[in-house]
């Protein structure tokens, strides 16, 4: 399905015009009364990141008064035939409510969750490292998804009791749910009982949950078509960061999550936290 990954055309238009354009798309998505201040990222002569990595997380591509004009040069933007198709082959939910975004906005910025985030993903280092060098899957797009899915976390969801009950169809740190083991020839389709317990507490052991979480992005790059032999990489080509983006897409189902996704790919703190050399302190009687 090479058409789902192809690259953005030229950019059109002045940058003036594209800026006021964005600040009006966002006064009417927000409503009447709302203030929302908006900074737009013009490209500069070659210099920076891509200009689509700098456009404002509110403005997520879920195409509602945003021109052409606007979206193009973004690979973050997805057209209603590459949607249409994506339904057809995995089934989307289109963009999450306004107040829903505004609530998972304000979750984020709370530091002392982020700074117990981070631990978290501090302990995943090892299985995040070994299983993407294995699979050729980005670590920073896997790192992105569970900083986001346990900053989200509801409180007592991965409790084995909570987990056995039913009332949670998806467990452990990248939220995934029992088809997905279906999916990768891990569980039979007309699962037991017994193996549908075996299979929970697969996907609520952390490390297992990861390499599971690696293995979905394996398969769905197989079946999209994407490059299976290479990491990829959304700094150094629009192809890559569309192939991202709907990595991220699919695991979600929201047509506003990969544009945050890939912003936090780009956050400096999981860079260190993954790719940071750590030094152990050595023993004073050393």
């Known amino acids: 399905m090479r058409h789902l990954i192809q690259p953005p055309p030229s950019p059109r238009g002045h940058a ?17 009364g709302a203030t929302l201040m908006v900074t737009v990222s013009l490209p500069m002569a070659g210099k920076g990141p891509p200009v689509w990595m700098e456009s404002p997380l509110a403005l997520a591509a879920d195409g509602d008064d945003l021109t ?40 984020n ?46 409180p007592g969801e991965d409790h084995p009791i909570a987990a056995h009950s039913g009332l949670f169809t998806t467990h452990g740190p990248a939220q995934i749910g029992v088809g997905e083991l279906v999916h990768q020839g891990l569980l ?20 297992q949950n990861v390499a599971l979480l690696v293995g979905k992005f394996a398969r769905l790059k197989r079946a999209l078509d994407l490059p299976s032999d290479r990491m990829l990489e959304a700094s150094g080509s629009a192809r890559d960061a569309k192939g991202l983006a709907t ?40």
């Open 68 to 107: 052409d004009d606007l979206m193009s040069g973004d690979p973050l933007r997805f057209s209603p035939e590459e949607l249409q198709e994506l339904h057809r082959r995995f089934g989307v939910h289109g963009p999450q409510p306004r107040l829903a975004q505004l609530f998972s906005s304000g979750i």
């Open 109 to 154: 910025q709370l530091q002392p969750l982020r700074t117990r985030t981070l631990g978290q993903i501090e302990t995943l280092r090892p299985v995040i490292l070994s299983e993407c060098a294995r699979e050729q899957i980005n670590p920073m797009l896997v790192t992105a998804i569970l900083f986001d899915e346990l900053r989200h976390a509801k």
């Open 188 to 207: 039979s389709e007309d699962p037991s009982a017994e193996e549908i317990t075996v299979a929970r507490n697969q996907l609520l052991d952390p490390d």
């Open 16 to 32: 003036s015009g594209r800026a006021a354009a964005v600040a009006r798309s966002a006064s009417r998505a927000l409503g009447v």
């Open 247 to 286: 990595l991220a897409y699919l695991h979600n189902g929201k047509l506003d999550y990969p544009r945050g996704i890939l912003a936090l790919m780009q956050d400096p703190e999981l860079h260190a936290l993954i790719y940071g050399r750590q030094n152990r302190p050595v023993s004073p009687l050393i």
